[in-house]
């Protein structure tokens, strides 16, 4: 079989290899950093990372999906809680306490990802799908979110609805202290000696 450009044969496994090294690079950056900001950037590239994955899976409505809800409005409504909290990060974990709680996320991500690995490899998979539901056009897309999956549709809201309340629970501890700590501004400006 001939190819019209070299390493054609390479091209599937090598979009493959790139969709799961950002999930996995973007997972890990999310977890092992310390910084609330960067573990947020860590998450939206974890998510377009599985968003390609979704893709390579023949599911680009998931793949965009997943864009718009957990990178377009998830992380961005993370990203605005932390906006209007306080700059600073004051609170630092322990060096021995924050090594134990790595060493522990790391043996139960082991534990899940071989038993996930074991059942994807061993488990009894079916063959061939026996045929299609639907052509795929918005037109079955929206009749099928209206009907038979419309919890799954609201599933998604609530998700939404509880990003938005995660914001605000990050947002509303930092305002507050920094409104006491700023002087007034007739002071700033040296127009009222006391």
């Known amino acids: 079989m001939s190819h019209p450009f070299p390493f054609a044969e390479f091209l599937i496994p090598a979009i493959f290899a790139l969709a799961v ?8 950056i999310a977890v092992m950093t310390t910084r609330i900001i960067r573990s947020v950037g860590g998450l939206m590239i974890a998510c377009i990372g599985l968003a390609g994955l979704y893709y390579f899976l023949n599911s680009p409505f998931l793949a965009l999906m997943e864009i718009l809800i957990y990178v377009g409005a998830v992380c961005i409504t993370i990203i605005f809680g932390v906006m209007l909290s306080e700059p600073d990060e004051t609170r630092e974990p322990g060096r021995f306490g924050g090594l134990m709680w790595s060493l522990t996320a790391a043996v139960v991500a082991a534990i899940v990802g071989l038993g996930l690995a074991r059942v994807s490899l061993q488990g009894p998979w079916p063959g061939a799908p026996a045929e299609r539901l639907n052509d ?20 998604i809201s609530l998700v939404l609805l509880l990003a ?23 002071d700033l400006a040296g127009g009222n000696p006391r």
């Open 21 to 28: 090294g950002t999930t996995i690079a973007g997972a890990l």
């Open 136 to 155: 795929g056009s918005v037109a079955a897309i929206g009749r099928a979110l209206l009907t038979t999956y419309s919890l799954t549709f609201e599933l």
């Open 164 to 186: 938005i309340l995660g914001a605000l629970v990050i947002a509303r501890g930092g305002r507050h202290h920094v409104e006491e700590s700023t002087p007034p501004a007739d």
